[in-house]
C-alpha cells in the first residue's frame, strides 16, 4: 500500500485545515487508516483512526471535538482540522494497517506515507 499525505500549511488560531491521504496498492476498504502527529522535540502522537468500513472512528484527548477522521469509498482518507491551536503544529502522517479494525498504536500499522506539515501561528 502507497499512502500520499497532502493538505497541509500554516494557518492561524481558530482556523480549518483539511488533510487529504491518498492510498493506492490495494482496496481501500480493506484496511484501517490512522492520523499521527509529531511535533518538534516530541515523540510521534496518536490524532485519529477510522476502520475499513468507516463505521468506527477514534480520537487521540487533545484532538476530540475539534478533529474528524473520514474516507470516502475510493482511495481516500480526509483529517479536518477545526478551531486550530499553535500547540496542533506538528507533521502529520497517514497510516495503513493491514485490517480493518482501527488501532492507535504506531506499531499496529504497516504502511506509512510522507508527512505534511500543519503550522498553526498568528
Do not use: H
Not at 494497517?97 to 500543519?118: C, L
Amino acid at each position: 500500500v502507497q499512502l500520499q499525505a497532502s493538505g497541509g500549511g500554516l494557518a492561524q488560531p481558530g482556523d480549518s485545515l483539511t488533510l487529504s491521504c491518498v492510498t493506492s496498492g490495494r482496496p481501500f476498504s480493506g484496511f484501517a487508516v490512522g492520523w499521527f502527529r509529531q511535533a518538534p522535540g516530541k515523540e510521534r502522537e496518536f490524532v485519529a483512526t477510522i476502520s475499513g468500513s468507516g463505521s468506527t472512528t477514534r480520537y487521540g484527548d487533545s484532538v476530540k471535538g475539534r478533529f474528524t477522521v473520514t474516507r470516502d469509498n475510493t482511495n481516500t482518507a480526509y483529517l479536518r482540522l477545526n478551531n486550530l491551536k499553535p500547540e496542533d503544529t506538528a507533521v502529520y502522517y497517514c497510516a495503513a494497517r493491514s485490517f480493518r479494525a482501527t488501532s492507535e498504536a504506531e506499531n499496529g500499522y504497516d504502511y506509512w506515507g510522507q508527512g505534511t506539515q500543519v503550522t498553526v501561528s498568528s
